[in-house]
C-alpha cells in the first residue's frame, strides 16, 4: 500500500520539473497526472464485478504487474500521451487495490485481528504520505525526475515477487452486486454525505496537487526548504492517524465539518502568511494532520451508517476520494494557468466552504434509526 499511495502522490512534489522536462505549463502537467483519479474511479465501481469469480491473489498480482508497467511508462514518457497512458494504469490499480482491500484482509487474519491488520495498511498509507513528497523532492533535485520513478519499479517487482510467495490463494465468494450501490444513492443521507465527503477531499486536493508552485512561487523556497516543509507536512500526518485512532470513537456526526473547516482555514490563512516560510510550514503541520484524520472521519461515519451494504458503501467512498482528486486538480491547473496560484487557494477555500454548508451539524448524514 505505501508504493501505491507513493506512485500515486509522487508527480506533487515533481510537478515543477515534470513540466519542464515535458515542454508543458505546470497547469497542464497537474491535470495530465490527474489523470489516475478518473480510471480509479472506474475500477472501484467495476472491479468487485468484472473480477467477481477470479481469484483474489491473481487480481492482486496483476494490479501490482500493472503498478510496475505504468511506473515505467512514466519514467520512459517521451510526451503528454504515454504520460498519461501510464497514469491511467496506475488509476485501475489504486482503484482496484482499495476497494479490494479490506474484503482481502478480512479474509488474510482472524476477526479479532482485523482492526489491527487495517491499521498496519493505514499506517504503509501514513508513511508513504510522510516520506515519498520530500524524499521525490530532493532526489529529483539530485537525479533527476525520471530517475525518481525508475528507482520505484524494482521496489515494486520484490513486492509482486512477495505476493506471489505470501498470499495464500483467496477464491471469489461472488460478485458484489451493482444494485447495492444504486440502492445507497437512493438513500438522501448518504448521498449527501458522499457529495460533502467529495467536496472536503477535493478542497484537500487542490492545494496539494499545486503545493510544490506555491512553495516555489510565494513562500519562495528551494529544493531543500520545498522537501523539510514537505517531511513536516507528511510527518504531522503520523499525528493525525495516532490522534484519530485514540479518540474518535462513537458517533462522528458532529466531526463531519471539522476537516472541511480546519483544511479551509488553513488554507486561507496561507494566502495570508504563506509568504513567511515558518508561518507556512506550521500551517502545513495543522493541515498534514487533518488531511489523515478526514480519512479515519469519513470512514466511519460510512461504517455506522452503511453498515448492510458495506462493500457497496466501500467503492462508493473509494470513487468519491478519486474523483474529487481528479476535480481538485483540474480545477487547480485551469486556474493556475489562467489566473494565479492564488486563485488555486481560493477555489480550494471555496470547495471547503460548500462541504461545511452542506454537512451543517451533521444530523442530516445520518442513517434514519
Known amino acids: 500500500m505505501a508504493l501505491l499511495i507513493a506512485s500515486e502522490f509522487m508527480p506533487v512534489s515533481l510537478l515543477t520539473p515534470m513540466a519542464e522536462g515535458l515542454g508543458a505549463s505546470v497547469g497542464q ?21 468484472v473480477a467477481g469469480r477470479l481469484n483474489r491473489k491473481w487480481v492482486l498480482v496483476g494490479l501490482t504487474s500493472l503498478m510496475g508497467l505504468s511506473l ?90 512477495w505476493h506471489l510467495i505470501a498470499l495464500p490463494s483467496l ?42 508552485p506555491f512553495l516555489e512561487q510565494v513562500t519562495g523556497v528551494g529544493v531543500t526548504g520545498l522537501s523539510v516543509l514537505l517531511l513536516a507536512l507528511g510527518c504531522a500526518g503520523f499525528l493525525g492517524t495516532w490522534a484519530s485512532g485514540r479518540f474518535i470513537k462513537g458517533d462522528v456526526s458532529r466531526l463531519l465539518r471539522l476537516p472541511a473547516l480546519v483544511m479551509g482555514a488553513v ?40 453498515e448492510d451494504a458495506p462493500e457497496a458503501a466501500r467503492g462508493l467512498m473509494v470513487a468519491a476520494v478519486q474523483a474529487s482528486i481528479l476535480l481538485g486538480s483540474l480545477i487547480g491547473g485551469l486556474l493556475l494557468d489562467h489566473i494565479s496560484i492564488d486563485a488555486v487557494l481560493i477555489a480550494s477555500v471555496a470547495l471547503a466552504a460548500i462541504a461545511v454548508l452542506i454537512v451543517r451539524d451533521g444530523r442530516a448524514l445520518l442513517k434514519p434509526r
Open 72 to 161: 515505467a511508462l512514466v519514467a520512459a514518457a517521451p510526451n503528454f500521451e504515454v504520460l498519461m497512458a501510464g497514469r491511467a494504469l496506475l488509476g485501475l490499480c489504486i482503484g482496484g487495490f482499495w476497494a479490494l482491500a479490506t474484503s482481502v484482509i478480512m479474509r488474510l487474519v482472524p476477526a479479532s485481528d482485523v482492526p489491527r491488520a487495517l491499521a498496519l495498511m493505514y499506517g504503509g498509507q501514513a508513511i508513504a504520505a510522510a516520506f515519498a513528497a520530500p524524499i521525490g523532492s530532493y532526489l529529483g533535485g539530485l537525479f533527476g525526475w525520471r530517475e525518481v520513478f525508475w528507482a520505484l519499479t524494482p521496489l515494486v517487482a520484490a513486492n509482486l515477487v
Open 267 to 306: 488554507t486561507a490563512g496561507l494566502l495570508l502568511v504563506g509568504g513567511w516560510p515558518i508561518a507556512a510550514g506550521l500551517l502545513l503541520v495543522g493541515w498534514g494532520a487533518m488531511n489523515t484524520a478526514m480519512s479515519v472521519i469519513w470512514m466511519t461515519w460510512m461504517s455506522q451508517n452503511a
Open 29 to 49: 502537467t497537474g491535470q495530465a497526472v490527474s489523470i489516475s483519479g478518473l480510471f480509479a474511479v472506474i475500477a472501484s465501481l467495476t472491479v468487485s464485478t
Open 171 to 212: 477464491p471469489a465468494h461472488g460478485q458484489r452486486a451493482i444494485g447495492d450501490m444504486i440502492d445507497l444513492l437512493r438513500r438522501r443521507y448518504f448521498l449527501i454525505g458522499l457529495i460533502a465527503s467529495m467536496l472536503s477531499w477535493g478542497s484537500a486536493f487542490t492545494l496539494f496537487t499545486y503545493l510544490r
